[in-house]
């Protein structure tokens, strides 16, 4: 099984509509929980960033995380044609060290069409 | 501007040629790291560097070879690839310390012939 699964996608929304992104994970330590975002000929952007259970909202963008499920979700409302990317989801727990690994997603493709 | 640059963007190569990948950062982190992008893959973690030292290589082959000589400036030394080493190269940086949110760079995007 692999540490974290995301759906590759391709997802296409028209404009508005809202945008649920998802992965699942198997190792129960980790902890932190990152969205980031790629633009085509870019480097990934880090969208949103969460500690354990709970929701964190920013605008129109909502990360949720269930620990009991191992399960995270993106949500974007409103969605808008610049939302157009890839969203890979990543995550880590505790390293016990001065640095951190980060387990990433495939990461999934996102059009928004106007 | 991410504040994590990376030279050059593209670069085509013979398997026998050697070049250099650069990255810099104006961040005032003290952690740098090189990813490996392919096509339908995770991103893979290849090096770790904090305060100049590696912590981290990732089982990877020797025919890449990092350099960092100070916090802001990371290299990636390359010579004799193979044509799988094709894919975008990443650059990124974080403050020391656990669970930091790391910054990227927009990659380098590298062509083995």
């Known amino acids: 099984q692999k540490e974290v699964e995301q759906d590759p996608g391709p997802l296409s929304v028209p404009e508005g509509a809202i945008v649920s992104l998802n992965c699942t994970y198997s190792n129960s330590a980790f902890q932190y929980f990152m969205w980031y975002r790629q633009y085509s000929r870019k480097g990934p952007e880090l969208l949103m960033y969460t500690y354990s259970s709970g929701n964190k909202e920013d605008g129109r963008f909502t990360a949720q995380v269930d620990k009991s499920s191992k399960y995270i979700s993106l949500f974007i409302r409103d969605s808008q044609p610049s939302d157009s990317a890839t969203y890979l989801c990543a995550m880590s727990g505790n390293s016990g060290g001065s640095n951190y690994k980060l387990t990433f997603g495939k990461g999934t493709l996102l059009t928004v069409n106007p | 501007e991410t504040g994590v640059t990376q030279t050059p963007r593209h670069l085509v190569m013979g398997m026998t040629n050697k070049k250099s990948l650069k990255c810099e950062q104006h961040l005032g982190h003290n952690a740098m790291y090189w990813y490996k992008q392919s096509a339908k893959k995770p991103l893979e973690l290849m090096f770790v560097?904090?305060?100049?030292?590696?912590?981290e290589n990732n089982s990877v082959p020797s025919r890449f070879s990092p350099e960092c000589p100070n916090s802001s400036h990371l290299f990636l030394h390359l010579h004799t690839l193979q044509p799988e080493d094709s894919a975008l190269y990443l650059c990124?940086?974080?403050?020391?310390?656990?669970?930091?949110?790391?910054?990227f760079g927009d990659g380098t995007r590298l062509s083995i012939l």
């Open positions: 560097y904090n305060f100049k030292e590696q912590t």
């Open positions: 990124a940086s974080s403050r020391s310390g656990e669970a930091q949110p790391q910054h």
